[in-house]
């Protein structure tokens, strides 16, 4: 017959289960192992931040299909003598960018290319190798907090898949008649980019929380504002998505006048081509018009998240919404400048990297919104 234990039974403290709970709820090893996650997660999302800005310089500088094969090992050396450059710059050769747009490119002008396209294939490699040593350490000396090994077992094998997206994107350039990337599978590769650094940061902050402080932020949260921000950042990943299909065809330098297209607000030449998928993705006229748009709709919603904000009784809490507005409105700004000289790669790199660090901002901001910090009374 099984005993059964009353209430306030003392139980014995040198069961098995319980000495694991007791090691489980010490405040100082918790401390430790979050710190330790806290410290991985953290390299891992400023070395991806960094991918992301050689991404965007490699794409500036049409550099992405630079290097044609995908070689996981030996790819990690480049080219180190004449011969050996010569054979690359021969692969190059043969794919559509070189005949039809770059056929009077030189060596050392291949080169330059080469090096972006490299580089940023080797932070790639970077980045999961030090997801594969940090978890592997952490999971060995049993530091990995508990309820967070799937979370970070999600997290590898959303590095891994941008890497196989990455390749793909890659890929459909060297396609006959092709001299870029499909702008949609470049969408695709830097919207993963955005949603992995996100989840990361996310990650970062909810390891900071204890078990208390959530419930007690989950009692205090403002359930309108927090719909608000649910509603911003999908304007705002919307926004960068139709970001990067403007960056995949150029589209930044059809239309240089502002606020109208070509003098017209609705471009004429919006249905250019035959079929919905293809206007939506291909059509300068359709991607600029729509990234416009867009960007307008966040503007809106910005500023209602903000209005609302206002009524919250957290200063913490007004102050990051008002810092998100200011940043918001910045890259704004930061877009029209862009668009009315052409799109130059100095100040397109620079909004591209706004706008992660606006992203990031936003996941922040909702992140304060979801578990607000309690006011210290002065």
Known sequence: ??????????????????????IMDDPYVSSITKKQSIL?????????????????????????????????????LFPLTNEQWIIEFEKYKLIPEFSLVNSDMTMPEFKNIFFWEWGHRQLGRAIGLV?????????IKRQIPAGWPRKFLLLGFLIGLQGAIGWWMVYSGLMPEMTDVASYRLATHLGMAFCIVGLILWFILSLRLTVESVMVSRRSRDKKLYFYMKVYLFALFLQILLGALVAGIDAGTAYTDWPLMAGDFFPSEYWAFEGVFYNLLESPAAVQFNHRMSAYFLLIVGVLTLSYSRKN???????????????LFLQIVLGIV?????????????????????????VWVFFETAYPRRQILT
Not at 132 to 139: K, N, Q
Not at 341 to 353: D, E, F, T
Request: with cysteine.
């Open 1 to 22: 017959m099984v005993k059964k234990n009353l209430v306030f039974e003392e139980i014995d403290s040198t069961s098995e289960l319980n000495r694991k709970t007791m």
């Open 40 to 76: 991985w997660l953290s390299i891992l999302l400023v070395m991806i931040i960094c991918m992301v800005v050689v991404g965007g310089m490699t794409r500036l500088t049409d550099s992405g299909l630079s290097i044609v094969e995908w070689k996981p090992i030996t790819g990690i």
């Open 313 to 327: 009784p957290i200063n913490f809490l007004k102050y990051s919404h008002a810092l998100l507005f200011v940043t």
């Open 131 to 139: 997801w594969i040593i940090g978890f592997s350490w952490l999971a």
């Open 338 to 362: 862009t668009v009315t000289y052409g799109a130059p790669y100095q100040i397109a790199i620079v909004h591209q990297l706004l706008a992660l660090v606006l992203w990031l901002l936003a």
